[in-house]
């Protein structure tokens, strides 16, 4: 029912709706993940009764992190946002130089963007996570 | 009775408003309290106190 098929954002108040429906999605999306966070903490730091017992457990946790998207991996949670704050585009080409260590010949040729385009991106998001991260690996 | 009053009366905890709102966003708190097809109560919970959360933060 949340996803109301009436609504065609025409009026003030159907524009409310939508806001908020898309703020608590996040909100809620965001409780999720910061639950299961802290479960996985507290499962890696409580002393084990039952040693084959957590051993399963242990097998399991991991594998639930490993399959959440990349971003929602990081621990870091000043990391996080920044990547999530990013432009997407920004974002690819930041991580297709990083990670997979690609030129930015490669890159722009790809996006079929201007070679200067690339570079900029690149250090823009640098600057960013600089700024966010409060300069710790400068 | 438009959104907009509801969420106007749901921020003035009426019991009645609040409920509406619920009913309305119950299937999204449902489908987000589910971790690798298992439903898990207590992050229900932790959806419901989000919810409340929101009602009260949004800025009308």
């Given at each position: 029912?949340?996803?109301?098929?009436?609504?065609?954002?025409a009026?003030?108040?159907?524009?409310?709706h939508r806001q908020?429906t898309?703020?608590?999605?996040?909100?809620v999306?965001?409780?999720k993940?910061?639950h299961?966070?802290?479960?996985y903490?507290?499962?890696?730091y409580?002393i084990?009764?039952?040693?084959?017992?957590?051993?399963k457990?242990?097998q399991?946790?991991?594998?639930m992190?490993?399959s959440?998207?990349l971003?929602?991996?990081?621990e870091?949670?000043k990391?996080?946002?920044?990547?999530?704050?990013a432009?997407?585009?920004?974002?690819?080409i930041f991580?297709?130089?990083?990670?997979?260590?690609?030129?930015?010949?490669?890159i722009a040729?790809e996006?079929g963007i201007?070679?200067?385009?690339?570079?900029a991106?690149?250090?823009?998001?640098?600057?960013?996570?600089?700024?966010?991260?409060?300069?710790?690996?400068? | 009775?438009n959104?907009?009053?509801?969420?106007?009366?749901?921020k003035?905890s009426n019991?009645?408003?609040l409920?509406?709102?619920?009913?309305?966003?119950?299937p999204l708190l449902i489908?987000?309290?589910?971790v690798?097809?298992v439903?898990?109560?207590d992050?229900?919970?932790?959806?419901?106190?989000t919810?409340?959360?929101?009602?009260?933060?949004?800025?009308i």
């Amino acid at each position: 029912m949340w996803k109301n098929n009436e609504n065609n954002g025409a009026d003030e108040s159907n524009i409310l709706h939508r806001q908020f429906t898309v703020y608590l999605a996040t909100a809620v999306r965001r409780t999720k993940i910061q639950h299961l966070r802290s479960k996985y903490k507290i499962q890696r730091y409580e002393i084990p009764f039952e040693i084959e017992d957590t051993l399963k457990e242990f097998q399991a946790e991991p594998d639930m992190i490993l399959s959440l998207p990349l971003v929602d991996q990081l621990e870091n949670i000043k990391l996080q946002r920044a990547l999530e704050q990013a432009k997407k585009r920004d974002l690819y080409i930041f991580l297709s130089k990083v990670l997979e260590g690609r030129s930015f010949v490669e890159i722009a040729a790809e996006l079929g963007i201007e070679y200067n385009t690339a570079t900029a991106a690149y250090y823009r998001m640098l600057n960013r996570l600089r700024k966010e991260l409060g300069g710790e690996d400068e | 009775m438009n959104f907009m009053e509801l969420l106007t009366r749901a921020k003035e905890s009426n019991a009645q408003a609040l409920n509406e709102i619920a009913a309305m966003y119950r299937p999204l708190l449902i489908k987000e309290s589910i971790v690798n097809g298992v439903f898990d109560e207590d992050l229900y919970q932790e959806q419901w106190l989000t919810l409340i959360y929101c009602i009260r933060k949004i800025r009308i």
